[in-house]
């Protein structure tokens, strides 16, 4: 049985990371799923990016292999990973050494709360228009 | 236009008379088989859902209508899922709209803030600050 998946991450490469071991790696990513790797040596950096049917056997062993791809080749930064299966929320989590981990939260957990603040502002100037005994509709809250 | 479309929302009053206004509004965007109502206590519970091409806002629209009309003295969460996600539509006096608001900002930051702090706790299990670590999605 099969289920949608979808995942993308970009993993910062290590100046040093062996080449032959990394193709080898990138080889067997897309082996489990054809066109989900997107080398970029300009940047010294490779993205994994896919959205498809695949089986849950597939998915894990797609995930797993990203964060293989993180420990083994990442220059040291944390690497943000989103993940969404079918109907699911999107998931977003961070691999890497703990320390870079922790300040990659603190900022994602910063950057999430200016957005809650943002939309309440977007809202709250949105309804101040409207006049206060009257029947309103907010935008939505995504 | 989304191509996949699911929608929630409690209506309150005379259930035949809310069933029939439905039928009525949603008749031009989806079909009898795309939506159903059911009593949830003293309130009718609305859920649309199709995977056929649907106009979001003018269905939107239609629903929000409704809720004005059966619902209009209090505040009203319209939730909807499609493509790009999922939202909660409050609808109702627009004072309490604001309480309503007020109130979702707190749960929410409360409710971020409860999920860092975890994270950050799971994450000083690790041995030392160069511990290859992962953390939970959220």
């Keep these: ?46 993205t994994i990016e896919t959205s498809h049917d695949m089986s849950h056997d597939t998915s894990e062993r797609l995930a797993a292999a990203v964060k293989d791809l993180a420990r083994t080749f990442g220059d040291g930064q944390a690497v943000e ?3 969404k299966y079918e109907d699911d929320d999107r998931l977003s989590f961070f691999v890497g ?15 999430r709360s200016r957005a809650i603040a943002q939309r309440l502002a977007a809202e709250l100037t949105k309804l101040a228009e409207q006049p206060a005994g009257a029947f309103v509709e907010t935008e939505g809250w995504w | 236009m989304v191509s996949n479309f699911y929608l929630y929302v409690e209506l309150a009053g005379d259930a035949p008379t809310i069933a029939q206004s439905v039928r009525t509004a949603l008749a031009d965007f989806v079909y009898p088989d795309e939506y159903a109502m059911a009593l949830e206590g003293d309130k009718l519970a ?17 629903v929000d209508t409704l809720v004005q009309r059966f619902v209009p003295n209090q505040v009203t969460s319209v939730y909807i899922e499609d493509d790009r996600g999922s939202t909660e539509q409050y609808l109702g006096p627009w ?26 706790r799971n994450l000083a299990h690790a041995e030392n600050r160069d511990a290859f670590v992962i953390t939970e999605g959220w």
């Design chain 1, 1 to 46: 049985m099969s289920i949608w998946f979808s995942i993308h991450a970009n993993v910062k490469l290590r100046p040093d990371a062996d080449a032959e071991k990394l193709a080898a790696a990138l080889a067997a990513i897309e082996e489990l799923v054809p066109e989900s790797t997107y080398p970029d040596p300009d940047r010294g950096s490779v």
């Design chain 1, 81 to 83: 990973v989103e993940t």
């Design chain 1, 97 to 111: 050494p703990q320390a870079a981990v922790v300040a990659a939260l603190q900022a994602d957990a910063a950057g």
């Design chain 2, 46 to 62: 609305l859920e649309v859902w199709t995977c056929a091409q649907v106009a979001q806002a003018p269905l939107i629209a239609a």
């Design chain 2, 95 to 120: 004072r309490d709209v604001m309480t309503r608001l007020a109130h979702e900002r707190q749960t929410r930051q409360a409710a971020l803030e409860a999920a860092y702090q975890r994270q950050v």
